[in-house]
């Protein structure tokens, strides 16, 4: 009987050790250990919204600032990561797009204006009606009803999950997968019907897919961005450039012809910049893995994963395209550009390394491009999870940790500017989601505002499984590091992109104005799965890190969202709350 005792304990304390958090295969300098963050209050972030909320009135804990805006802040970000059948989101880029709206109003400084509501896709709405998983996700997410309904399946679905923008009298849900989807600006429902109805096309101007990180030029009041798409047939990986009116969101060209570049294989581009004179892609040498591209045919791997960097690769290429190829009204536009054969595209090779995200470019006085980039050394797209990969113990494990560089590239040389501090490491700190005053675009910039770790990080940012959830904002001096200045927030508490709100009155375009911002971040609570909103104001020396101004909660939680908007000017009847 003892024995028997003996090995039911072991048995107990075993199932105890699988069950319970660990940090066992996190390297020692690991920032989930070293930070002190808590990673199963991350991990506990990744679930479903509860819930959508028509327009509701919030009433704030406090006024807002006097010369606080009038503007909506909207937000997009996967936020169903469970079907109704259970079954699961394997990564939250395959999860349902909900857009998050917060109007001010300067007439009302105690009041907000709050709405939520999921992107109505043709996949969520087949979701919801048949109560699981109507299609494959790109990342791997399955369909309902096991390995036959996944075979064979090659299509994905569109998650309208990535970004928002509002224009004119409507938003723009964006995910670089398909086509923008076209909503209300108020209730933030479809303007064209639920489903493929809510699609568009800018008037004809996209055939394919479209980018969710467009850029935004100030001088012309335009946006310019891309769309991407392989063919596997010619193995054939097209990029087409896109510029649009600010306010209508169409396009100005008048001969109908989309520029674009060719490349044999599909590259990794989910982000580019911009500056007066040049669109600025990062391109990695890549290739199609021949196994993973089997699996995800026989749906048990997602498209993504097939994509592969070819780790025995050397350099990287910064292409730098003049925009006068994309002017219609330039005698040197062109249709079909030659990347690595033009003379007038510039590229330039610098060591191999990895960049989801850039902060800004920008022309200095030499006519040199200088640009600031969220760098990691290594990273593998993997799209064969058998659970969730938020549920793995070390969902970090083939990541490198990140570093915000700054490069400056010798045009008339066509090379990177070495020695004299080039490049110029800004921050170690895992910084990621680098974001600026949507009106310093394109134009010379001194800060910078990333999410980063909660304490500093000492780690070598060639080995990977170093990285970790960050759980703290900064305020980043590009002209002098020593200024930096950073807010962590409880261990358990997880800060979203920042949106960066001019003060009323405040020209941030103008040097000596350039902090004159207040800054948004939603925080969400993995403890006690709530989310609150904290405005912090960022100018000057010393202000920052004394915390927010003013914090309040919202009524609903909300999962990590992904990146956002601020409409200036752009307002609505509160009504009653």
């Not at 064209?192 to 969710?212: E, I």
Request: glycine share 6%.
């Amino acid at each position: 009987m003892m024995a028997i005792i003996i090995l039911l304990l072991c048995y107990v304390s075993h199932v105890l050790a699988l069950s319970a958090p660990s940090t066992q295969h996190f390297l020692p300098n690991s920032p989930v250990i070293t930070t002190g963050v808590d990673f199963a209050a991350w991990k506990n972030c990744f679930r479903n919204c509860p819930f959508e909320l028509e327009p509701t009135v919030i009433e704030l804990p406090d006024v807002l600032p006097s010369d606080f805006p009038t503007g909506t802040i909207y937000r997009n970000g996967h936020a169903r990561f469970c079907a109704d059948d259970e079954t699961p989101c394997l990564h939250p880029f395959d999860a349902d797009g909900m857009i998050l709206a917060m109007t001010f109003d300067a007439s009302k400084p105690s009041k907000v204006l709050f709405r939520n509501k999921f992107v109505e896709t043709e996949g969520y709405i087949k979701d919801k009606e048949m109560g699981g998983m109507s299609q494959r996700g790109l990342f791997g997410t399955k369909k309902s009803g096991g390995f036959m309904a996944n075979l064979f399946q090659m299509d994905y679905k569109h998650v309208a999950n990535t970004n928002v923008i509002h224009c004119g009298d409507s938003l723009y849900a964006l995910w670089e997968g398909g086509l923008p989807y076209l909503l209300d600006p108020l209730t933030l429902r479809n303007k064209n019907g639920r489903g493929k109805a809510g699609l568009t096309d800018l008037d004809g101007l996209l055939s394919d897919n479209f980018s969710a990180h467009p850029r935004y030029d100030p001088a012309r009041k335009t946006y310019v961005n891309f769309g991407s798409v392989f063919d596997p047939i010619k193995s054939e990986f097209r990029v087409s450039l896109y510029e649009v009116d600010a306010t209508t969101f169409r396009s100005k060209r008048k001969n109908g012809v989309t520029p674009n570049f060719v490349l044999d294989a599909p590259a990794l581009i989910h982000d580019f910049i911009l500056t007066t004179n040049y669109c600025i892609f990062f391109i990695n040498d890549t290739r199609i893995n021949a196994m993973s591209a089997i699996k995800a045919m026989f749906g048990s791997a997602g498209f993504a994963g097939s994509i592969e960097v070819d780790k025995d690769a050397e350099h990287s290429n910064i292409v730098l395209i003049p925009r006068s190829l994309l002017d219609d009204k330039e005698q040197d536009a062109v249709s079909d550009i030659d990347l690595f054969h033009d003379e007038r595209v510039t590229v330039v090779k610098m060591d191999r390394h990895f960049a989801f995200h850039y902060a800004n470019a920008f022309e200095d006085m030499e006519g040199n491009v200088v640009f600031d980039t969220v760098q990691m050394d290594g990273m593998e797209l993997a799209a064969d999870f058998k659970e969730p990969f938020w549920q793995i113990e070390n969902p970090f494990r083939d990541v490198s940790p990140t570093r915000l560089i700054r490069y400056t590239v010798d045009i008339q040389n066509k090379k990177l500017a070495i020695g004299n501090d080039q490049p110029k490491v800004l921050t170690t700190r895992l910084p990621e989601f680098p974001s600026i005053p949507r009106d310093i675009s394109t134009r010379r910039h001194r800060y910078i505002y990333p999410l980063v770790a909660r304490k500093k990080v000492n780690v070598n940012p060639k080995t990977s499984g170093l990285g970790g959830p960050v759980a703290a904002v900064a305020k980043i001096d590009s002209e002098d590091t020593t200024n930096n200045q950073y807010f962590s927030f409880e261990p358990y508490e997880f800060p979203g992109e920042a949106i960066l709100v001019p003060k009323a009155g405040k020209t941030v375009s103008l040097p000596s104005e350039e902090d004159a911002c207040y800054m948004l971040v939603l925080v969400t609570n993995g403890k006690d799965l709530t989310t609150d909103v904290a405005i912090f104001d960022v100018e000057g020396d010393q202000v920052f890190e004394e915390g927010p101004i003013l914090r309040f909660p919202l009524p609903v939680f909300t999962p990590h969202l992904l990146h956002g908007s601020f409409a200036e000017g752009v307002t609505f009847e509160f009504g009653e709350s």
